[in-house]
């Protein structure tokens, strides 16, 4: 049960939005609710997916972040140039900890920010030439890449820019994929239109290339892990369970990806998608044009890596399903020692989150798993499909937020006084110096992995070593701490 009833965080609710214009109250009262697990859509009580207030500090990205930043960049062996003012390229780059195997600058490129470094009169002249001379001289520089992207930044789109003309020109000069993205920054309400123009790129440019290939030898057993973007190496934790299960993973991406890998995926017989607000829409078209269906898994903490493995060994035959019996059987020891140790240092400890893509109900369970409890969740960028999947995940007159602003958040967390917070870098310090633990779970605040069952040991080390860190209680956020006059300090001294 919830630590608030339905009817105290309604009047929360109220209270923080009491603070706003009657227009602004008005909007943004329709993106924030209490659960009810018994509402079958998620429209009937929240709004999301729209214009972020204007005046207040919102937490989201932009499209550009979610074309370059998620989609696109983790693809390590192609080039990623980042069209416009180097400011851009250069706050995207290695933020994100997508690991890759490869050597970085002979044939990966993942942490490596490519940028045509836009100045005053390029806006006034344009960039197409300075982009076709960047990709020669890229060609020349790092001749083992398998092809490029042009992710354009904002200017890109106002000045006009031809950048699919260049890229049919140098394809057809350098005999590599030259994809262009207008992902430009403006676009959409939030990184979450980045993604799609991301995932179309992908089908209009790459997907189709081997369609014609009789060459790949296929197995009942091919599939693939899709949106997984390997943040401290969780592809590789979720790849290690699918082997185990029998099954054949022909291509993961964009963590640890390449371009092959994409080329090759419609060869699959199941498509498996982690995070499905950044690749459901490419997962549909495979469906729809190459008849491959599709799946969500979990793999955060044992309760749902157990579900999502049978799930996905009740698509194939009787010894897949056997061998998943036999993966869960294998682990039981090792998560159960993990429970056994944090358990009892995290039971009833109360979380709130707010972080992108798919972690804000993802992770619900592996908390359950060590007996903590999310009181609040929400998304930056979701649409209503993601809330109509948290809504069960969520115990009733819990606290739910869309693109929720500094200010609510900030409130929402003094109201609420949760043990723990998960979300953003923007949020962490500022709950940091409120004397809250906090956790980065965008990037695993430097750690991770945190999927699989290796990946839950660290996820529950990563919890306790933040929650029971003495340092809390040392410590007082500078606004609350009393001047201390002069007379005092002397006598002090």
Not at 33 to 59: A, F, Y
Not at 262 to 282: D, F, G, Q, V
Not at 327 to 337: D, L, R, S, T
């Amino acid at each position: 049960m919830s630590a608030m009833t339905r009817e105290e965080t309604e009047a929360l609710i109220q209270e923080v939005l009491e603070v706003y214009p009657e227009k602004a109250k008005k909007d943004r009262a329709k993106h924030l609710t209490v659960n009810d697990q018994e509402v079958e859509q998620s429209k009937k009580c929240i709004t999301s997916n729209r214009k972020s207030l204007p005046g207040v500090m919102t937490i989201r990205g932009c499209a550009y972040a979610g074309s370059k930043g998620v989609v696109w960049g983790p693809i390590k062996d192609m080039i990623h140039i980042s069209h416009g003012p180097v400011g851009c390229g250069q706050y995207s780059r290695a933020g994100r900890r997508n690991y890759y195997v490869g050597t970085t600058g002979v044939n990966t490129f993942g942490t490596m920010n490519f940028t045509s470094d836009f100045q005053e009169k390029d806006i006034v002249f344009g960039g197409d030439k300075k982009l076709s001379k960047i990709m020669q001289e890229i060609e020349a520089l790092f001749p083992l890449n398998k092809g490029i992207t042009v992710q354009s930044e904002c200017p890109i789109g106002l000045i006009g820019d031809d950048i699919e003309a260049v890229a049919k020109k140098t394809t057809a000069e350098i005999e590599k994929p030259v994809v262009p993205v207008r992902c430009e920054g403006f676009r959409g309400v939030s990184q979450s239109l980045g993604h799609h123009i991301a995932n179309d790129a992908v089908r209009d440019w790459v997907l189709g290339n081997r369609d014609g290939d009789t060459s790949f030898e296929s197995t009942p057993y091919d599939v693939t892990i899709i949106g997984d973007y390997n943040i401290g190496g969780d592809a590789w934790a979720s790849r290690t369970l699918m082997e185990e299960m029998g099954l054949r993973v022909i291509a993961q991406w964009s963590g640890d990806g390449t371009l092959a890998e994409m080329e090759n995926t419609p060869k699959a017989k199941l498509n498996l998608i982690h995070c499905y607000r950044s690749m459901n829409y490419i997962s549909r078209h495979m469906e729809e044009k190459y008849g491959i269906p599709w799946m969500e898994y979990n793999f955060f903490g044992p309760t749902k890596i157990a579900e999502s493995l049978r799930k996905i060994a009740a698509f194939f035959d009787e010894t897949i399903q056997a061998n998943a019996e036999k993966v869960i059987e294998k682990y039981q020891a090792e998560y159960e020692a993990v429970i056994a140790k944090y358990r009892p240092r995290l039971e009833g400890k109360k979380v709130m989150l707010y972080v992108g893509g798919l972690r804000p109900r993802h992770v619900i369970g592996a908390y359950e798993d060590l007996g903590m409890e999310v009181v609040g969740t929400g998304y930056e960028f979701a649409h209503n499909d993601d809330y109509d999947r948290t809504i069960k995940e969520m115990g009733n007159a819990t606290l739910i937020y869309d693109d929720v602003t500094g200010y609510e958040f900030e409130e929402f967390v003094k109201k609420v006084k949760p043990d723990l917070i998960g979300s953003g870098i923007k949020e962490k310090y500022i709950f940091q110096k409120m004397g809250i633990p906090f956790r980065q779970m965008h990037s695993w605040d430097y750690s991770g992995p945190y999927h699989g069952y290796d990946g839950f040991a660290i996820f529950a080390r990563d919890m306790d070593m933040t929650l029971n860190n003495p340092c809390w209680s040392k410590i007082q956020a500078p606004w609350l701490k009393t001047e201390e006059t002069p007379e005092a300090a002397a006598a002090g001294a």
